[in-house]
């Protein structure tokens, strides 16, 4: 069985990219191995339970060397992808650091939009991570999804990124909705009236929101 150890320059690829998960899912295409760089960025729209929306996504290739420019990417993004490998236990390890920075940087709030994603689920012979192990994780994190994945044979690609547009989504029209405070009477006809018309205006908005005027960014860590 293979392990971290044995394959330390595989392991190197996997802490710079996402193994291939934006390339698929964008492009359709899977990438065996990779340039090393700062980062890649890529864009699609997808439908989300009805809705087209504009996903703007970053793969954090190699900003482990550079920490402000990580913390940069946190503290932009509305969600996350953290990616491991089934293949290493410490890529899971390394990733419960990560999360404890994105909730501080986005000022201490538990519910930032995460996926946790257990990528090379084609390689299960090799697998170190247990999904059980993994599920443990997910729950110690207030429950954030947890799907596996395999960048080689699509498996899984496209839920774990709609999976963290809805919770963006969810979470933008939460904000909305408490930006706005509950509806105050007014003391005459014309307040009465005013107020008649935003409660009509507030019972669409979720229809009425374009999210094609949104970009929702997500960082894959």
């Known amino acids: 069985m293979a392990t971290s150890e044995s394959s330390g320059r595989e392991q190197e690829l996997w802490n710079r990219r996402a193994n291939g998960l934006p390339a698929q899912f964008v492009q359709g295409v899977f990438i065996e191995s990779y340039d090393p760089t700062i980062e890649d960025s890529y864009r699609k729209q997808i439908d989300v339970d009805g809705r087209q929306v504009m996903l703007e996504i970053m793969d954090t290739a190699g900003t482990e060397q550079f920490t402000s420019m990580r913390e940069f990417y946190m503290r932009d993004a509305h969600g996350f992808l953290l990616v491991f490998s089934i293949t290493s236990m410490s890529s899971l390890h390394e990733l419960a650091e990560l999360r404890e920075q994105i909730v501080q940087i986005k000022g201490g709030d538990p519910n930032v939009p995460i996926v946790l994603v257990g990528n090379k689920s084609d390689l299960e012979?090799?697998?170190?991570?247990?999904?059980?192990?993994?599920?443990?994780?997910?729950?110690?994190?207030?429950?954030?999804?947890?799907?596996?994945?395999?960048?080689?044979?699509?498996?899984?690609?496209?839920?774990?990124?709609?999976?963290?547009?809805?919770?963006?989504?969810?979470?933008?029209?939460?904000?909305?909705?408490?930006?706005?405070?509950?509806?105050?009477?007014?003391?005459?006809?014309?307040?009465?009236?005013?107020?008649?018309?935003?409660?009509?205006?507030?019972?669409?908005?979720?229809?009425?929101?374009?999210?094609?005027?949104?970009?929702?960014?997500?960082?894959?860590?």
């Open 125 to 221: 012979e090799d697998r170190v991570v247990t999904r059980s192990r993994a599920f443990q994780v997910s729950q110690a994190w207030g429950g954030v999804p947890y799907y596996e994945t395999s960048a080689r044979r699509r498996q899984n690609v496209s839920e774990v990124f709609v999976d963290v547009c809805r919770q963006i989504i969810r979470k933008d029209m939460s904000r909305a909705r408490r930006d706005r405070g509950p509806d105050r009477p007014g003391g005459g006809g014309r307040d009465n009236r005013s107020t008649r018309r935003r409660r009509r205006t507030n019972r669409h908005d979720d229809d009425d929101y374009d999210y094609r005027e949104r970009r929702s960014r997500c960082t894959i860590l």
